[in-house]
């Protein structure tokens, strides 16, 4: 069944399929960090969205789409508009070097992620894998 | 959308004199004492002061470069207030002036944060030459810098597009003394940086003409280059001539996988070469037969069959990833270098103790995710366990 992006039950898919993902576990064993993904405005959609993740030592324990008057902290965010995450979602922008061009703009403890390149594909290979409605 | 970074390349026959060129009051030369003491050293410096500039050398840069170098490079220059400062010799120095200059300009940094994502904002003290003594390495051009984290024996990939040099000087005599081993391992790192620059899942149209012409004049000279280390006349024209050629190539390569990616051969390299010090350019070397391999019996061969089929390797498609990794096996033993690890003289028993690290290490390098084909965890392991044994790829 395909998810409607952005959505509770497309983060929620997302959590899902990482949670399945030996790639995942393996890679970020010990990563400890949430992200909340900021879906922005744009021509092909009107709101602002925020989806969290969290991720802890190679799972996600939780995943939701969450309300802007009620955001936790987390320890990254990463920014972009709507028609960029769907370029990233069919697989058309390689989000690292979506970030390197400044399409997505990735706050947080850059020194620390840089040290889980293969952990982040996989995040978004998952991403990639859900049948999404835009 | 993407960028394409490269500094000004002086390069040919005598391009090191226009350093005498470059106006410059302070310049530090960071360099390794081995160079200091093969007497390469000596005629840059006396080119740079003939302009009356006043130079410092910092020559106690190691091979796999620390961390730690990087911090004791910065006193230096915070000390010497540089306005220019040189990287001369392999990979190792060069990338340390990289550093080094990041960190003079920005004391607020720390190596480990120099990433590609934020803006540095340099020049505003100083700029930087490389100036490479071997033909290998790339890192005159490369923005990518490569430190050894010898707390965690661990390689980090560093840098930023801000930090590639605004000068490289490509001048072949500075190399044309390379003895056959570093001959052979540096050639082979070139001929590693052109191919999976080329089959890597960054390469562009701008880069792929770069890749594919280094990798062909590479096979073509390298072992030419590997016979005039080896001669007692080396002053042959055909011997300058292959010198010149793999000097030029391994810059070209430079900028074709420094603007693209390099991919797995690299990925395991780092840890081969952080683990058991097996230098750089033969570990990658070791491994590209076997990541060709990989790669040609994924779902998309066709990246490696098009660059076999361009370097002129004839046959069926299906059988052109083997035939590729055969004429680099051959490549490497005319060049005297190993085919496998055990060749390498690595204890299996070793290796064994080390595999699991290994194989973590390698997952989480920034080279493993522009792989034409991805390996799983187990896939990379069994990748090791090849590499070691020598046994062509079948999975
Ligand atoms: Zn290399």
Not at chain 2, 164 to 178: E, K, Q
Not at chain 2, 196 to 206: A, M, N, Y
Request: hydrophobic share 40%.
């Amino acid at each position: 069944m395909a998810h409607k992006f952005p959505s509770d039950e497309w983060v929620k898919a997302v959590r899902e399929l990482l949670n399945n993902s030996d790639s995942y576990q393996r890679s970020a064993k010990d990563w400890e960090g949430d992200f909340i993904f900021v879906v922005e405005p744009d021509e092909e959609y009107a709101d602002t969205a925020y989806l969290h993740l969290e991720l802890y030592h190679g799972s996600s324990p939780g995943a939701a789409m969450v309300d802007p008057d009620n955001l936790p902290e987390t320890e990254y965010t990463l920014n972009a508009p709507f028609s960029t995450w769907r370029k990233v979602i069919d697989g058309k922008l390689d989000p690292i070097q979506g970030m390197m061009t400044g399409q997505l703009k990735l706050k947080g403890n850059l020194m620390k992620i840089m040290r889980y390149p293969k952990a982040a594909q996989e995040i978004v290979a998952c991403c990639a894998k859900i049948p999404t409605d835009w | 959308m993407w960028h394409f970074v490269s500094p000004r390349i002086v390069f040919g026959e005598s391009s090191l004199s226009s350093l005498e060129e470059i106006s410059m009051s302070r310049a530090l030369v960071v360099t390794d004492n081995n160079l200091v003491q093969i007497g390469l050293v000596e005629p840059v410096l006396d080119l740079i002061k003939k302009s009356g500039c006043e130079v410092l050398v910092f020559d106690d840069v190691e091979p796999d470069p620390t961390l730690a170098a990087v911090e004791l490079g910065k006193v230096v220059a915070n000390d010497f207030q540089p306005d220019w400062i040189v990287g001369l010799g392999g990979g190792s120095p060069m990338d340390t002036a990289k550093a080094i200059w990041v960190l003079y300009e920005r004391p607020d940094l720390i190596p480990a944060m120099i990433n590609p994502f934020i803006k540095l904002g340099l020049r505003e003290k100083s700029r930087l030459i490389t100036i490479p003594t071997t033909s290998g390495t790339g890192a005159e051009i490369t923005w990518g810098i490569v430190l050894t984290d010898s707390e965690n024996n661990r390689k980090m990939g560093l840098g930023n597009r801000e930090n590639a040099a605004d000068i490289a000087l490509v001048d072949p005599a500075l190399a044309s003394g390379m003895p056959p081993q570093l001959t052979a391992d540096t050639g082979l790192d070139a001929l590693t940086h052109a191919v999976e620059g080329f089959i890597c899942t960054w390469h562009t149209d701008i880069t792929d003409g770069l890749c594919l012409n280094a990798a062909r004049e590479i096979l073509h000279y390298l072992p030419t280059a590997y016979e005039a280390s080896q001669s007692d006349s080396p002053n042959q024209e055909r011997f300058k001539l292959a010198r010149e050629k793999m000097h030029n190539s391994a810059t070209s390569a430079g900028m074709g996988f420094g603007n693209a990616m390099a991919s797995l051969a690299h990925a395991i390299g780092h840890v081969l070469g952080s683990v058991f010090h097996i230098p750089h350019g033969r570990a990658v070397g070791v491994c590209l037969p076997y990541t060709i391999e990989f790669a040609a019996r994924g779902e998309d061969p066709s990246r490696i069959a098009d660059l076999a089929g361009l370097l002129g390797i004839k046959g069926a498609s299906s059988k052109l990833g083997g035939k590729f990794a055969a004429a680099l096996r051959n490549l490497s033993q005319d060049i005297g270098n190993p085919v496998c690890l055990a060749e390498v003289g690595l204890d299996k028993k070793n290796f064994d103790d080390q595999l699991e690290k290994m194989v973590d290490d390698a997952f989480n390098d920034t080279q493993i995710i522009t792989a034409p084909r991805a390996p799983s965890y187990q896939e990379l392991e069994q990748l090791f366990q090849y590499i070691y044994s020598g046994q062509p790829i079948d999975f």
